[in-house]
């Protein structure tokens, strides 16, 4: 039965104004589609730029790429009769990606990002490449895209040939959950295989698209282990019995950071209900609880400029060379290389890292008898004789360690790795997608710091709350009975990895509401 109730996704519209990340990110988890301009305007000018082109073959124009070989082959001149041929060797050539294919949210998370790029009107591409991505992120036609191979210019080459190749029916795609070839997914929609003219494959390929869509996606998550990160703070801190004094207003008056204040203040709000006389009960908390909004509130404090750098990025034209449909220019340069897109991501993986770290210590603090205020070892709920056979969360501070130590590791900055490539050609270059896949790995492994968190921490109330009486606001009340609906007690010892598992995906998907 068709439900009319049904809400349906909200539309992204591409060529009429920026995008922002949330516009990537609701296209990649499909809570929106994706629409191409209908306005004469905006098709006229994108008209224009691929009629442009065509005019200057015409005339014999010398444009690169087009008349000429690729990179370091700018000097060689192709044949008229061969000009046809040469966008679809530029991505058979390409084919020579290797790792992870990317994840489904991440391919439509690309898909969205070139389409913004190529929709700026810059690129001398017909409108029916245009239509024809558009209708792969309308059907859902994913192509398989391999995760490595990029240097991050000129541009992300070898994993946008993936894309290049499926739009012609060419290599393998997802569809309907199912690998295929892409010419069968095309006849499944009642599509065409699209002919690519002349500039087309390099206005797909010679861009900074994975890299971005990439940062999109880690920028989002990386926003919400910022809100879970200080709630986790805040139920560490009752559970270790601290001093919420810690988070006062007029302290943090005396360090503006905007962010840091921020962190503090709803740190403020989830201790409200510790009662006064509790507040100088402990002088001074170690430093994982008492500096956590000077660790939390840096990636609170760049979130601004992270957010600004990466949608510059996304609503740029960033292929080589631009076609300026209205000036008629043909302008050559590097818009291929993602600089910015590497260092903000070599940034955001060290924030990230570093909150990791921040929770790996708290959990230390809480399984230790020495240091968290009458707690049991390990913060077992066995009781009596059965103490002696039973470890609690001994293992899985362990495995947090591990988890930690990994993600600290991947925050070597990948963009001062520079090689040079093809001939010296691209003799410096970005690495902007390795950056952002390695924040991408950081995010994962500091999920699951967060879900070894949420366990320790729901133990960790559970025990205090028998030595003394507990006084959480509403807000921490109802997180604190989400979570223990979700993980029983831990009484006697069992394996845990179902619960932390349960717990990672609960993270990603964003299950609790935090912070307004």
């Known amino acids: 039965m068709h439900d009319s109730n049904r809400v349906r996704p909200r539309i992204v519209t591409f060529g009429e104004g920026p995008l922002t990340i949330e516009d990537v990110v609701d296209l990649a988890y499909q809570r929106a589609s994706a629409a191409l301009s209908s306005s004469a305007t905006v098709r006229a000018r994108l008209q224009r730029g691929a009629d442009f082109v065509d005019r200057l073959l015409a005339e014999d124009g010398v444009i690169y790429g087009v008349t000429t070989g690729y990179g370091d082959s700018c000097t060689v001149v192709v044949p008229p009769e061969l000009i046809e041929e040469l966008p679809e060797r530029l991505f058979t050539y390409h084919g020579c990606g290797l790792g ?167 740190l403020r709000d989830d201790l409200a209900a510790t009662p006064p006389e509790r507040n100088e009960h402990r002088l001074q908390d170690r430093y994982s609880i008492r500096c956590a909004p000077h660790v939390i509130g840096v990636l609170e404090d760049a979130s601004p400029w992270l957010r600004s750098t990466i949608e510059n990025e996304l ?32 940034g955001l993986k060290t924030l990230i890292a570093n909150i990791a770290d921040l929770l790996d210590r708290q959990f230390a603090l809480l399984v230790d008898q020495r240091f968290n205020s009458g707690l049991a070892s390990n913060l077992s709920g066995a009781q009596g004789i059965r103490k002696t056979i039973n470890h609690g ?84 009340s109802a997180f604190v009975s989400a979570l223990n609906a979700q993980i029983p007690f831990i009484v006697e010892d069992r394996a845990l990895d179902r619960d932390l598992r349960d717990l990672v995906s609960a993270v990603r998907a964003k299950t609790w509401t935090l912070y307004a």
């Open 100 to 266: 992870e294919f990317l994840t489904v949210e991440q391919t439509r998370a690309v898909m969205a990002t070139r389409l913004a790029s190529l929709a700026q009107g810059f690129s001398g591409v017909s409108l029916k490449l245009l239509e024809q991505l558009t209708n792969f992120l309308q059907h859902d036609i994913l192509p398989l895209i391999p995760a490595e191979g990029s240097v991050g210019a000129s541009g992300d080459l070898t994993p946008l040939s993936y894309v290049a190749a499926a739009l012609c029916g060419q290599r393998d795609v997802i569809f309907h959950g199912e690998r295929m070839s892409a010419m069968q997914a095309l006849h499944a929609t009642s599509l065409e295989p699209l002919r690519l003219r002349p500039k087309e494959g390099l206005a797909l390929m010679n861009g900074t698209s994975v890299m971005t869509a990439l940062a999109c996606l880690a920028y989002d998550r990386a926003m919400y282990v910022s809100a879970i990160s200080t709630r986790i703070t805040a139920l560490a801190s009752v559970s270790l019995d601290g001093n919420p004094k810690h988070f006062d207003k007029a302290l943090f008056a005396a360090k503006p950071h905007v962010g840091q204040q921020r962190v503090a203040a709803r």
């Open 315 to 346: 609503n740029s034209a960033n292929d080589n060379p631009l076609i300026d449909p209205d000036a008629e220019l043909v302008l050559h340069g590097g818009h291929f290389y993602g600089g910015h897109i590497a260092f903000a991501m070599d």
């Open 393 to 476: 969360l001994k293992a899985v501070q362990i495995a947090s360690s591990a988890w930690t130590a990994e993600a600290l590791k991947h925050t070597m900055p990948a963009s001062v790795f520079s090689r040079s490539t093809e001939c010296h050609n691209q003799d410096k270059v970005s690495m902007g997608t390795i950056a952002a896949r390695d924040c991408l790995r950081v995010l994962d492994l500091t999920d699951q710091v967060i879900a070894a968190l949420l366990l320790a921490v729901r133990q960790g109330i559970e025990l205090r709350s028998a030595i003394t009486t507990l006084h959480l606001t509403d807000t921490m």
